[in-house]
Nanobody, 116 residues
Framework: QVRLVESGGGAVQAGGSLRLSCKAS????????LGWYRQAPGKQREWVAT???????DYADSVNGRFTASRDNARRTMYLQMTSLKPEDTAVYYC??????????WGQGTQVTVSS
Protein backbone atom coordinates (compact mmCIF):
# COMPACT_ATOMS: atom_id res chain seq x y z
CA GLN A 1 0.00 0.00 0.00
CA VAL A 2 1.00 3.64 -0.37
CA ARG A 3 3.20 4.89 2.43
CA LEU A 4 4.78 8.30 2.93
CA VAL A 5 7.19 8.82 5.84
CA GLU A 6 8.58 12.26 6.66
CA SER A 7 11.71 12.93 8.67
CA GLY A 8 14.19 15.71 9.33
CA GLY A 9 12.12 18.10 11.38
CA GLY A 10 13.45 19.75 14.50
CA ALA A 11 13.99 22.98 16.37
CA VAL A 12 16.14 25.75 14.91
CA GLN A 13 16.68 29.44 15.43
CA ALA A 14 15.44 32.03 12.97
CA GLY A 15 17.75 32.23 9.98
CA GLY A 16 18.66 28.57 10.24
CA SER A 17 18.14 25.71 7.83
CA LEU A 18 16.60 22.26 7.81
CA ARG A 19 16.13 19.56 5.20
CA LEU A 20 13.02 17.44 5.32
CA SER A 21 12.79 14.04 3.67
CA CYS A 22 9.79 12.03 2.51
CA LYS A 23 10.42 8.36 1.84
CA ALA A 24 7.75 6.81 -0.37
CA SER A 25 6.62 3.29 -1.15
CA UNK A 26 3.68 1.48 -2.71
CA UNK A 27 3.44 3.36 -6.01
CA UNK A 28 5.49 4.28 -9.06
CA UNK A 29 7.40 7.15 -7.44
CA UNK A 30 9.24 8.42 -10.50
CA UNK A 31 6.15 9.32 -12.53
CA UNK A 32 4.10 11.03 -9.85
CA UNK A 33 3.86 14.67 -8.81
CA LEU A 34 4.33 15.13 -5.07
CA GLY A 35 3.85 18.00 -2.70
CA TRP A 36 4.62 19.48 0.69
CA TYR A 37 2.02 21.03 2.95
CA ARG A 38 2.21 22.44 6.46
CA GLN A 39 -0.16 23.10 9.32
CA ALA A 40 0.53 25.56 12.11
CA PRO A 41 -1.32 25.39 15.44
CA GLY A 42 -4.85 26.74 15.09
CA LYS A 43 -4.56 27.18 11.33
CA GLN A 44 -5.66 25.26 8.27
CA ARG A 45 -3.24 23.06 6.39
CA GLU A 46 -1.60 25.07 3.60
CA TRP A 47 0.25 24.19 0.45
CA VAL A 48 4.01 24.80 0.49
CA ALA A 49 5.48 23.28 -2.66
CA THR A 50 4.92 20.88 -5.52
CA UNK A 51 7.50 18.93 -7.47
CA UNK A 52 6.64 17.26 -10.75
CA UNK A 53 8.02 14.02 -12.12
CA UNK A 54 10.68 15.90 -14.06
CA UNK A 55 11.82 17.79 -10.97
CA UNK A 56 10.16 21.12 -11.67
CA UNK A 57 9.14 22.94 -8.51
CA ASP A 58 6.38 25.38 -7.69
CA TYR A 59 6.20 27.26 -4.40
CA ALA A 60 3.88 29.25 -2.23
CA ASP A 61 4.74 32.94 -2.18
CA SER A 62 5.56 32.73 1.52
CA VAL A 63 8.44 30.30 0.92
CA ASN A 64 9.53 31.11 -2.63
CA GLY A 65 13.23 31.81 -2.74
CA ARG A 66 13.84 30.20 0.66
CA PHE A 67 12.61 26.62 0.19
CA THR A 68 13.62 24.18 -2.53
CA ALA A 69 11.91 20.88 -3.30
CA SER A 70 13.85 18.08 -4.95
CA ARG A 71 13.57 14.36 -5.50
CA ASP A 72 15.78 11.32 -5.85
CA ASN A 73 13.81 8.77 -7.86
CA ALA A 74 16.37 6.01 -7.25
CA ARG A 75 15.92 6.45 -3.50
CA ARG A 76 12.15 7.05 -3.80
CA THR A 77 12.63 10.12 -1.66
CA MET A 78 11.50 13.71 -1.91
CA TYR A 79 13.23 16.53 -0.06
CA LEU A 80 12.42 20.03 1.11
CA GLN A 81 15.47 22.20 1.74
CA MET A 82 14.43 25.09 3.96
CA THR A 83 16.71 28.08 4.47
CA SER A 84 16.36 31.48 6.13
CA LEU A 85 13.73 30.00 8.39
CA LYS A 86 11.32 32.31 10.17
CA PRO A 87 9.19 31.79 13.28
CA GLU A 88 6.12 31.80 11.03
CA ASP A 89 7.47 28.66 9.33
CA THR A 90 6.76 26.76 12.55
CA ALA A 91 4.34 23.96 11.66
CA VAL A 92 3.92 20.26 11.11
CA TYR A 93 5.09 19.52 7.56
CA TYR A 94 3.37 16.83 5.52
CA CYS A 95 4.28 14.94 2.39
CA UNK A 96 1.41 14.67 -0.11
CA UNK A 97 0.62 12.35 -3.02
CA UNK A 98 -2.31 13.90 -4.89
CA UNK A 99 -5.06 12.14 -6.79
CA UNK A 100 -3.58 8.65 -6.87
CA UNK A 101 -6.25 6.06 -7.74
CA UNK A 102 -9.00 8.54 -6.86
CA UNK A 103 -7.64 9.67 -3.50
CA UNK A 104 -4.92 11.70 -1.88
CA UNK A 105 -2.32 10.28 0.50
CA TRP A 106 -0.53 12.00 3.38
CA GLY A 107 2.39 11.20 5.61
CA GLN A 108 2.24 11.41 9.37
CA GLY A 109 4.05 14.75 9.43
CA THR A 110 7.24 16.09 10.95
CA GLN A 111 7.41 19.03 13.36
CA VAL A 112 9.45 22.12 12.50
CA THR A 113 9.88 24.74 15.22
CA VAL A 114 11.64 28.03 14.53
CA SER A 115 12.47 30.27 17.48
CA SER A 116 13.15 33.98 17.26
Amino acid sequence: QVRLVESGGGAVQAGGSLRLSCKASGFNFSINTLGWYRQAPGKQREWVATITSDGSGDYADSVNGRFTASRDNARRTMYLQMTSLKPEDTAVYYCHLPDFRTRDYWGQGTQVTVSS
